[in-house]
């Protein structure tokens, strides 16, 4: 279905934009390159792409990278969040597979899904990075049945509370949350 | 650098330069679709960009707090480090592994990046506690870095094994990819984090554990044990000087202050050779450079000769005091750092606490002893199970209960055949005999039981009996065990941890008083503007960019401002100097009018503090005041001034002279005494002579070890002018200072007063090539450099030395030695047996006999020197112990007891 598709290969963590000004665009060579590569310096109006996907590991440092770069959107081009060009694609979280199928689970529920349906002993592989799916594997989950999940802008917080709270100064009140709201890794696997 | 530790392990989520383990593959796609497609699958779960924010964030901040950068309470250990731990552990076969190896092997359990790991490991053994290096694992010293971990090997020290390990009192989990298991926490029973220290940064916290003192850890270990109180303070690698008053128990909020050690080699050159926690001699001599590019201090070259040990020197200008230097090094450069400690741990695996580093010494001391009695618990039960074997052996084959068996012809037959032959006998073992336990007894060897010894399995059972005996014991006493064991673990693996890092209480160092001069104060009194860039304006005084400056107007006005490039103040300037804060010897005397047309007066007055540019009224504040006159006096000097009256009719005195000395100095806002009613025409100065106040009292803070004249510890007397600091020194030299507050004593001062050139000093030193006691005493000759006073040859030691008007000694005999055994002590007035000699001379022997104390007794009432008002102070020595060989240690035991008594008679 997609006519065309392009990457952009970050390397490393972005910076966090957080509270700096659009300086900072053409200052950093990868912020600078994104702007070139979506044109969008001069508005949303030269678009290049239709879709911005953020396309990250399903690990932590991964959950990093995209607050690091859904910030340097909404700090800078915010439109492009708010007219729904930014979304983020969902990789699978294990293989599933035996002799005959292959089936690959977005979600617990689906895992268990395809544990039923494939019978005894399944080999179980779980995906945590972009490198660990091999290319043939790959083309399967940005092709047809590619899952994204859109970035939606609604109105219970304002973009520059959330920025804010979450990406700006250390404060108590952060602090507090974070240590009430910790997820351990049980958590997590309870989660996955 | 062991502080920057996990350099690329962590990371902040508003961190300027976020660095990432290993992601290359990650990307943004750039996906051109139709124009009414949005592609891909289902949206029921609709996100909110705040709820993606909540759940991206706390995951990302749960794993960095949790699983990165906070080490647990329990071990001390952040999970690379664990892990590490372990594969080192697991890989051990006495032998070096390469780090690659480990690195490789530790991936299994981490999987992160191998030069995260590899970083991380270096750290490790850089701390010298828990890996025995091989290779170059870098210098910490200069920051050097290891070599790559193809080059370098490891293995545990055997404190890592003996403290670090033990697989039976360890809970196990699955790694992450289920193909092995890896410890929970590793058993350590020894307060490692405290020791090591820990730096990382998380998300919404972050933890600065200093590393503490292996011994004083062990020691408070025990003294928590014995229910008493414990208070423990950081220990640096690097050693240099620390002040902890502020440490906070290693809590957020605290601060610690971190000095290295500077020592003045000769006039022109100083010596670093301890540098400061969390420097390096590259970053340090950077800091330098940085000052002297900025003015801030001078310097003329600085050369690094680290390499087994700091040593830095620097070469200082003509002209530059030394010790100023020195205090200016602490001010501006990296000579001095603050440190603020943020003590912050995870707690069961899932709980940050902030707790304080004493809590945390109480807490890994309590583990210990849970450790420990798990261990004795775990040893108890495999000693019942080995007597209940051997006693189960015994009655199987003493009883030939084999032979029941003959007959049985079923397994089950066999089974109960020996249940029932061993039944008459089972009466006094612990716990009853099962299945499992028949059934090894069928697989008793006949050659074990047609060679068995009832004799020898008695001693077998006797010997597992003594051993149960020995474990119920300990287990009973557990709290002595414990510390028994933290006692051993001092004596094994002590050696050569001592302090290193000397406790002090830093003065502090006005910025003000170090700084270099590097520029020029000019005015313009008309137009009412100072600065340093007013060069076609009258010039001041030389100054430097912090200082302040004090400003008087021809209005009777007066201000105080921090001096800058131009500055606008007012018009009508009538005197400009450097002001100086707490400056009490500088004495202004005014001549004023007040109101127009009304009487003048004069005043003497200080200005030692002030509130910077406010305007402060030196007159009574009455309109259309003016200065007739104003003089600013350093030292308090004397001033005499003739006043001359315009004339009118019926005053006869149109001239009189007013001496300044007379006036009392006050307050800068008393109104001061009347001159005269009449109006004066002129005021001019007619003589200025010597200084009006006392002379100089200065007193000598030991806690600091500085000079002061806020009479902070001992009165070394009044100083003016050519007078002198006489300070001895273990060393075997002595010193004559000046009086500057700046001056720095050696470390190994004994004795500091004012030098009183008719007062000889007596001392006593011992020559261990000769093996004998000399006795001196001489004159101190005027000297501007060190004087060794004591024979410049091998093996002579400084024993005592007195300036008290009649030292007298006492030698007390060596009582092992026949010849000497009966002697009884002897005290010798020293100005008897001894004359004063030159500094030069030999002196006398004091003795042939053999010697073990020689002890300086204090000088009796009523025979201190004559006419003094001042007390001397009495230095008094106690020699421990003389050997030929008196070892370093004992000389620095000896020293510090040297300034301990000085204090004591101070």
């Known amino acids: ?192 | 650098m062991s502080t920057e530790e996990e350099h690329s392990e962590e990371e902040e989520l508003n961190q300027d330069e976020a660095n990432s383990e290993e992601k290359e593959e990650l990307s943004v796609e750039l996906i051109e679709v139709g124009d009414n497609g949005v592609p891909g699958g289902g949206d029921d779960n609709i996100v909110s960009l705040s709820g993606m924010y909540e759940e991206w964030f706390l995951d990302y901040a749960s794993y960095v707090i949790l699983e990165r950068a906070v080490p647990a309470l329990e071990d001390g250990l952040k999970p690379v480090q664990r892990r590490i731990l372990h594969s080192l552990n697991e890989l051990d076969d006495g032998r070096y592994n390469k780090v690659a190896n480990v690195i490789g092997n530790t991936m299994k359990y981490h999987p992160h990046g191998d030069a995260s790991i590899g970083d991380a490991m270096v750290q490790i053994g850089q701390k010298e506690l828990l890996i025995d290096c091989q290779g170059n694992w870098g210098n910490t010293l200069t920051g050097d870095g290891a070599a790559a971990p193809r080059y370098i090997e490891a293995r545990l020290t055997k404190f890592a094994k003996h403290v670090v390990f033990n697989p039976k009192t360890t809970v196990w989990l699955s790694s992450y990819d289920g193909r092995n298991k890896e410890p929970d926490n590793l058993p350590v029973k020894f307060p490692l984090l405290l020791a090591q220290g820990a730096e990382g940064i998380a998300v919404g916290m972050a933890c600065k554990i200093l590393p503490h003192n292996f011994i004083e850890l062990i020691d408070a270990s025990i003294s928590h044990l014995r229910g008493k109180k414990v208070d423990i303070y950081p220990d640096f690698p690097h050693g240099g000087m620390a002040d902890f008053t502020n440490y906070n128990a290693g809590l957020r909020g605290g601060k610690v202050r971190v000095r290295a050690t500077i020592t003045k080699v000769d006039k022109k050159t100083l010596k670093i050779s301890d540098i400061p926690f969390g420097t390096t001699t590259d970053t340090l001599i950077d800091s330098i450079v940085k000052a002297t590019e900025k003015n801030k201090i001078k310097v003329k070259k600085v050369e690094d000769n680290t390499a087994a040990i700091a040593e830095i020197i620097i070469h200082l200008p003509t002209g530059v005091s030394p010790d100023k230097m020195i205090d200016a090094l602490y001010a501006f450069t990296n000579c001095e750092v603050s440190i603020s400690p943020n003590a912050a741990v995870i707690q069961g695996g899932n709980k940050p606490v902030f707790i304080s580093v004493n809590e945390m010494l109480k807490h890994s001391t309590d583990r210990t002893v849970d450790l420990l009695k798990l261990e004795l618990e775990i040893r108890k039960a495999e000693l019942e199970n080995q007597w209940h074997w051997a006693s189960l052996e015994r009655i199987f084959i003493e009883n030939r209960i084999y032979r029941d068996i003959e007959e049985e012809e079923t397994w089950e037959g066999v089974i109960s055949a020996i249940d029932k032959g061993l039944k008459p006998h089972t009466k006094h073992l612990k716990r009853k005999v099962n299945e499992e336990d028949i059934v090894r007894l069928t697989e008793i060897k006949i050659k074990r039981i047609s060679k068995f010894d009832a004799f020898k399995a008695d001693e077998t059972i006797a010997k597992i009996e003594e051993a149960l005996k020995e474990v119920q014991g300990y287990l009973d006493n557990l709290i002595p065990f414990a510390i028994d064991y933290f006692k051993d673990l001092k004596d094994t693996y002590g050696e050569g941890r001592e302090r290193k890092t000397e406790i002090r209480i830093f003065d502090s160092i006005s910025a003000k008083k170090v700084i270099v001069t590097n520029k020029k104060l000019y005015v313009n009194r008309e137009e009412g503007f100072i600065g340093w860039t007013l060069r076609k304006d009258e010039f001041i005084s030389d100054c430097s960019e912090i200082d302040d400056v004090i400003v008087f107007f021809a209005t009777g006005k007066m201000l105080v401002t921090r001096v800058s490039d131009k500055k606008f103040v007012g018009k009508g300037i009538i005197h400009v100097s450097v002001w100086k804060k707490g400056d009490k010897r500088t004495i202004y005397h005014l001549i004023y009018q007040d109101g127009k047309g009304g009487a003048s007066y004069m005043k003497r007055f200080d200005v030692s503090s002030i509130t910077r540019d406010k305007e402060y009224d030196l007159t009574n504040g009455a309109t259309g005041s003016k200065v007739h006159y104003l003089s600013c006096n350093p030292n308090g000097r004397k001033e005499v001034v003739a006043v001359k009256m315009r004339p009118k009719p019926n005053l006869k005195k149109l001239r009189f002279d007013i001496d300044f000395e007379e006036l009392i100095i006050k307050g800068r806002g008393s109104k001061g005494n009347r001159v005269t009613k009449d109006m004066i025409s002129k005021v001019e100065q007619k003589e200025v002579g010597g200084s009006t106040l006392a002379a100089r009292k200065v007193w000598w803070d030991d806690v600091v070890r500085r000079l002061n004249d806020d009479g902070r510890g001992t009165l070394l007397g009044e100083f003016r002018g050519e007078d002198k600091i006489l300070t001895l020194h273990q060393s075997g030299n002595y010193k004559l200072s000046g009086f500057e507050l700046a001056t720095k004593f050696d470390h190994d001062l004994i004795s500091i007063e004012k030098w009183k050139p008719s007062h000889p000093v007596a001392a006593v030193y011992w020559s261990s090539v000769k093996e004998l006691y000399y006795i001196k005493r001489f004159l101190v000759e005027s000297s501007s450099k060190k004087v060794l006073f004591i024979p410049e040859e091998e093996g002579v030691e400084l024993v005592v030395a007195s300036t008290q008007h009649k030292p007298k000694i006492k030698i007390v005999y060596n009582k092992r030695l026949k010849e000497t055994k009966h002697l009884k002590d002897k005290v010798e007035e020293v100005n008897d047996i001894i004359d004063i000699k030159g500094l030069k001379a030999q002196g006398n022997q004091l003795t042939k006999l053999a010697v073990k104390d020689i002890e300086l007794l204090a000088t009796v009432e009523g025979e201190e020197w004559p006419v003094e008002v001042f007390e001397e102070p009495i230095a008094q020595i106690v020699e421990e112990q003389i050997d030929e060989t008196v070892s370093e240690e004992l000389r620095k035991t000896r020293s510090r007891r040297c300034r301990n008594t000085f204090r004591r008679s101070s």
């Open chain 1, 1 to 192: 279905m997609s006519t065309s598709q392009a990457v952009f290969s970050l390397k490393g963590k972005p910076l966090n934009s957080f509270g700096l000004t659009k300086k900072v665009v053409y200052e950093n060579e990868e912020f600078n390159l994104v702007q070139a590569a979506l044109n969008i310096e001069d508005g949303l109006e030269g678009l290049r792409y239709n879709h911005v996907i953020i396309a990250t590991d399903a690990d932590v440092d991964g959950m990093h990278i995209r607050l690091l770069l859904l910030t340097f959107f909404l700090q800078f081009f915010p439109d492009l969040v708010k007219k729904g060009h930014v979304k983020i694609l969902q990789t699978p979280l294990f293989r599933v597979r035996n002799k005959k199928e292959t089936r690959y689970c977005y979600s617990e529920e689906e895992r268990l899904q395809a544990l039923t349906d494939l019978g005894k002993n399944p080999e179980i592989t779980r995906f945590k990075g972009l490198g660990e799916i091999s290319p043939d594997e790959f083309k399967y989950f940005i092709g047809e049945d590619m899952r994204l999940e859109p970035v939606l802008v609604t109105k219970d917080h304002s973009i520059e509370e959330i920025l804010t709270f979450y990406m700006g100064k250390n404060t108590p009140d952060r602090q507090k949350f974070i240590i009430n709201n910790l997820k351990t890794e049980e958590d997590l696997d309870e989660k996955d």
